[in-house]
């Protein structure tokens, strides 16, 4: 019986490191980068923020912020479409003890999509926690209040069975074929 405790501690220990980032860091900054059009930069390149962060030292995240930021990329979130482009406009750098990035979330709030470095984060995130998140850091190029209200609209439409099209065109609903010459 002695023996199951320190095996279950070490167990939790295990399982909470393992899930994203990995391990705690000290400090979590946010960044708008990549707001000019153009190919989109990563925000890290070679261990340093890169050229289109919009600010250099970004804002600092509470501990409840960090929190709250980690949840909405993890676990269980109601599943969504995702568009194939990828510009990410916002940014979370994990920095160590020394300063240096040991992790980052870039978040496209276009395409409802993002990348992690270390990779981790997998389906879908809650995008509108996301959003009052970067919009209480007061992010430029953060997306409206009505961010919610349209991305919950946006994901239910999905949900509804589709209306089948008989006198369509084949993969495009609506369209209907030409007619035929008497």
Same mark, same amino acid.
Not at 113 to 130: C, M
Not at 150 to 176: M, W, Y
């Given at each position: 019986?002695?023996?199951?405790?320190?095996?279950?501690?070490?167990?939790?220990?295990?399982?909470?490191?393992?899930?994203?980032?990995?391990?705690?860091?000290?400090?979590?900054?946010?960044?708008?980068?990549?707001?000019?059009?153009?190919?989109?930069?990563?925000?890290?390149?070679?261990?340093?923020?890169?050229? =289109?962060? =919009?600010?250099?030292?970004?804002?600092?995240? =509470?501990?409840?912020?960090?929190?709250?930021?980690?949840?909405?990329?993890?676990?269980?979130?109601?599943?969504?479409?995702?568009?194939?482009?990828?510009?990410?406009?916002?940014?979370?750098?994990?920095?160590?003890?020394?300063?240096?990035?040991?992790?980052?979330?870039?978040?496209?709030?276009?395409?409802?999509?993002?990348?992690?470095?270390?990779?981790?984060?997998?389906?879908?995130?809650?995008?509108?926690?996301?959003?009052?998140?970067?919009?209480?850091?007061?992010?430029?190029?953060?997306?409206?209040?009505?961010?919610?209200?349209?991305?919950?609209?946006?994901?239910?439409?999905?949900?509804?069975?589709?209306?089948?099209?008989?006198?369509?065109?084949?993969?495009?609903?609506?369209?209907?074929?030409?007619?035929?010459?008497?």
């Amino acid at each position: 019986m002695n023996r199951t405790v320190p095996f279950l501690l070490s167990a939790i220990m295990l399982c909470s490191c393992a899930s994203w980032p990995g391990r705690r860091y000290p400090e979590v900054r946010a960044y708008a980068y990549n707001l000019k059009e153009g190919f989109p930069e990563r925000i890290i390149q070679n261990g340093k923020l890169g050229k =289109t962060v =919009t600010s250099k030292t970004g804002v600092l995240l =509470t501990p409840q912020q960090t929190q709250r930021l980690i949840a909405a990329v993890t676990g269980k979130h109601p599943s969504h479409p995702h568009a194939a482009c990828f510009h990410p406009r916002h940014a979370f750098v994990f920095y160590d003890a020394a300063h240096t990035p040991g992790a980052t979330l870039e978040v496209c709030f276009e395409c409802l999509n993002n990348r992690s470095e270390p990779n981790g984060i997998f389906g879908d995130s809650d995008f509108p926690a996301l959003t009052e998140l970067c919009t209480e850091l007061r992010l430029p190029s953060s997306p409206g209040r009505d961010f919610r209200k349209g991305f919950d609209e946006f994901r239910h439409s999905f949900d509804k069975p589709q209306p089948t099209d008989t006198g369509s065109v084949p993969g495009i609903p609506g369209l209907a074929p030409a007619p035929k010459p008497q």
